[in-house]
């Protein structure tokens, strides 16, 4: 099923063209990534989805309703959730403390009970990072804090995740283990767009994937395809096995 619609999405800064007429689809029960070089406009595009930046042209629709004029925390209760490629956890509160406030703010809105414990305990668990459960989130590691991110948008139970970057920070097995919770999650029905320059996790994990060249979708297949296209070959898989450090950017 086409959860997501991104439909000829253009996205101008001034005189740069950050997306330019892009098309693309996620479908709930799968994993599609969006990859690309640095610059390609893969935030922009997932901004534009959260409803943080407004497009200059084209339409996003989210379960066959357009969304494209919706405000964020509209697209947050329709279950559209997403992790940040600048880490967004209360720093000065534990990995609990920040589990526990974002089941509160999705069920304090839904105006269902308060999380037990229990639940809190569970997702902590389930995405592997119980040994950093009373530390405080500015105190641990890289890749703990992405997968804290990744609990706090799954604490809002959503339909469509948007990731943003989220192995960064991951050794070889803790990458292992995400590529897997991923496919969980995917199983439960939900959908998965991820920004990944991983490409081992990127061609592993998902079913689907786009790729940004410029702001345009220059092709869009399953991973086989997209490893063979010759031009995503010149675009971006030719030049370097490394992942490029991106510059701070501004994302909200
Ligand atoms: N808020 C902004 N103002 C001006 N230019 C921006 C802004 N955000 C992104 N850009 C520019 O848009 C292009 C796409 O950026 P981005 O979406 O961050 O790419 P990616 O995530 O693929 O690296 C880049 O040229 C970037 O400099
Ligand atoms: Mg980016």
Known sequence: MTLLEVDRVVVRFGGVTA???????ADGGAITGLIGPNGAGKTTCFNVISGLQKPTKGKVHFQGR???SSAVHRRARKGIGRTFQRLEAFGS????????????????FRGVLKPGAADVEALLERVGISDYA??????????????????????????????????????????????????????EGRGILMVEHDMDLVMNVCDTIHVLDFGE????????EIRAD??????YLGYSDEPVREPMEAQA
Request: aromatic content about 4%; overall charge negative; charged content about 25%.
């Open 134 to 187: 009373g530390e405080r989130a500015d105190a641990i590691p890289t890749g703990a804090a992405r997968l804290l991110e990744l609990a706090r948008c799954l604490a809002c139970d959503p339909h469509l995740l948007l990731l943003d970057e989220p192995s960064s920070g991951l050794d070889e097995a803790e990458s292992e283990a995400f590529g897997a919770l991923l496919r969980e999650l995917a199983a």
């Open 66 to 68: 357009s969304i494209t």
């Open 19 to 25: 997306v330019n007429e892009a098309s693309f689809t």
């Open 217 to 224: 979708v220059i092709a869009s297949g399953s991973p086989a």
């Open 93 to 108: 509160l534990s990995v609990r403390d920040n589990v526990r406030v974002a089941f509160d703010i999705h069920r304090g």
């Open 230 to 235: 010759a031009r995503v070959q010149q675009a």
